[in-house]
């Protein structure tokens, strides 16, 4: 069945950059929006960015450091973060979803996660 593989999480000192990968494989799957979240220890899961066919969104508190894109046609979506910070520790989690529709709540399908971890 579809699977979602993430890579590119690390250790960074604050200030310093990553960039996420992930891509979809198993068969052909229409996926309408990809994007990431994270989950930090002790805090709920958060949406980080999202692309769909027509529209992005950004979490605020990454908004002029993160950008993501997409590489449709390999059901791929990258996430090029910069400036990191302490506080954008967390485990991110690649996401596919089918539909527009409920993009704040994540879904249809996930990765197991990537950890990233910066140091101050």
């Known amino acids: 069945q579809v699977q979602l593989v993430e890579s590119g999480g690390g250790l960074v000192q604050a200030g310093e950059s990553l960039r996420l990968s992930c891509t979809a494989s198993?068969?052909?799957?229409?996926?309408?929006?990809m994007g990431w979240f994270r989950q930090a220890p002790g805090k709920q899961r958060e949406l980080v960015a999202i692309?769909?066919?027509?529209?992005?969104r950004y979490a605020d508190s990454v908004k002029g450091r993160f950008t993501i894109s997409r590489d449709s046609a390999n059901n791929a979506v990258y996430l090029q973060m910069n400036s990191l910070k302490p506080e954008d520790t967390a485990v991110y989690y690649c996401?596919?979803?089918?539909?527009?529709?409920?993009?704040?709540?994540?879904?249809?399908?996930w990765g197991q996660g990537t950890q990233v971890t910066v140091s101050s």
């Open positions: 996401n596919a979803r089918l539909s527009w529709t409920g993009w704040t709540k994540g879904g249809d399908y």
């Open positions: 692309t769909g066919y027509k529209n992005t």
């Open positions: 198993g068969g052909v799957i229409s996926i309408n929006a």
